[in-house]
């Protein structure tokens, strides 16, 4: 059961290079996330999908589109990247679990660094 | 979305129980209190939930007041190994909606 899983988990672009982040699922988990990490501040959420099919904005998704491929992957596609953007992406989902429905599962995040 | 607030650090040392507040002043009649933590260059995990009253588990106590404007996490003889951050993040008890993090608090254990 390896939970939430992302990939590349270390990225180098140039600025105005594209590039997409993916992220997986195997605990049949309806809803999907997408949070950003700057150097010692906390997360701020970028996407969201509450089930497969659908997208939401969250705080800060300028510069970031979102496909919720099927109910297990959820990507994150920066089309021009920019320096702004150098932040470490977690991917998190979280199901129907008795006692804490809502609960978020995290994947080990990817550091990606826009020069 | 309801905002919270939590102090920005705390220090500690090895085997003293640790308080942690969380301030949510327009906490929804259907919103749940939810505690993470996070080490350094790790996804946060959850820790603790509750509604109202107190909860407890294996690791930690949640005290909700009557009003519910405020939580307290508890941490009981803390450890060298629970230096980490630690979110409060208050809404609905569903999956599917924004789950916003706020700065969180930094605890540093000391031996």
């Known amino acids: 059961n390896a939970g939430v899983t992302q990939t590349p988990k270390f990225q180098v672009l140039k600025t105005g290079q594209s590039m997409t982040l993916q992220c997986a699922q195997d605990m049949n988990h309806n809803s999907m996330y997408w949070y950003r990490q700057d150097p010692g501040m906390g997360l701020r959420l970028i996407y969201y999908s509450a089930s497969e099919g659908t997208t939401d904005k969250g705080e800060v998704p300028n510069g970031y589109n979102v496909s919720r491929l099927n109910k297990r992957e959820f990507s994150l596609r920066l089309e021009s990247a920019a320096p702004s953007q150098t932040s470490v992406y977690f991917c998190?989902?979280?199901?129907?679990?008795?006692?804490?429905?809502?609960?978020?599962?995290f994947g080990e995040g990817s550091r990606l660094t826009v020069l | 979305l309801a905002k919270t607030t939590q102090p920005i650090s705390m220090d500690s040392y090895e085997g003293q129980e640790v308080n942690i507040t969380c301030s949510h002043n327009?906490?929804?009649?259907?919103?749940?209190i939810t505690w993470y933590q996070q080490f350094p260059s790790q996804g946060p995990r959850f820790i603790i939930q509750g509604y109202k009253t107190k909860v407890t588990n294996e690791v930690a106590s949640l005290f909700i007041p009557a009003d519910r404007k405020s939580s307290t996490l508890s941490l009981p003889r803390v450890s060298l190994s629970d230096t980490a951050v630690y979110y409060c993040?208050?809404?609905?008890?569903?999956?599917?909606?924004?789950?916003?993090f706020g700065k969180g608090t930094t605890l540093s254990v000391s031996s």
């Open positions: 327009n906490i929804a009649t259907n919103d749940y």
């Open positions: 998190a989902s979280s199901g129907m679990r008795p006692g804490h429905t809502g609960e978020l599962f």
């Open positions: 993040l208050v809404g609905p008890n569903q999956a599917g909606t924004a789950l916003i």
